[in-house]
């Protein structure tokens, strides 16, 4: 079951974004932990991956801000961390591309859960611009 979980969701923020042996292992520890602590269903995280986005609820919105703050995407105070995510996706793809999907896709919602479950759907949407 946790490598299901970990397949599932090892591209929650990198959508189709090249990830490295250490970025999956990290990601796979991440979604793991992550699915514990929110009680979101394996099955829902697993969902997010393929882009389906419809009947989200709070967990599921929250499994995504826990994703995003142990990944080093969001800070503790609910906001995505423009710089860090910049750095980490810009590895290996254009940094102008990856500084411009960032900006499209940061924008402060209602809640930090909000927040970053809406800056995945748009980094989702976006992806092809920048791989």
């Known amino acids: 079951m946790k490598t299901f979980v970990a397949i599932a969701v090892v591209a929650l923020i990198a959508g189709t974004f090249a990830l490295t042996i250490d970025q999956k292992k990290k990601a796979e520890g991440y979604a793991a932990e992550c699915v514990k602590t929110t009680g979101v269903p394996p099955e829902t995280a697993a969902k997010l991956k393929g882009g389906d986005f ?3 609820d709070d ?6 801000k826990c994703f995003l703050e142990k990944a080093g ?3 503790d105070k609910g906001e995505i961390d423009e710089k860090t995510v ?3 996706l810009s590895v290996d793809h254009d940094r102008a591309k990856v500084e411009g999907l960032v900006k499209k896709c940061n924008h402060k919602e209602a809640n930090p859960c909000e927040t970053a479950f809406k800056a995945y759907q748009c980094i989702y949407a976006a992806k092809g611009a920048v791989v």
Not at 59 to 64: D, I, L, Q
Request: aromatic share 14%; net charge positive; proline share 0%.
């Open 59 to 64: 967990k599921t919105k929250c499994f995504a």
């Open 54 to 56: 419809a009947g989200a």
């Open 86 to 88: 910049i750095e980490k």
């Open 73 to 75: 995407f969001m800070t």
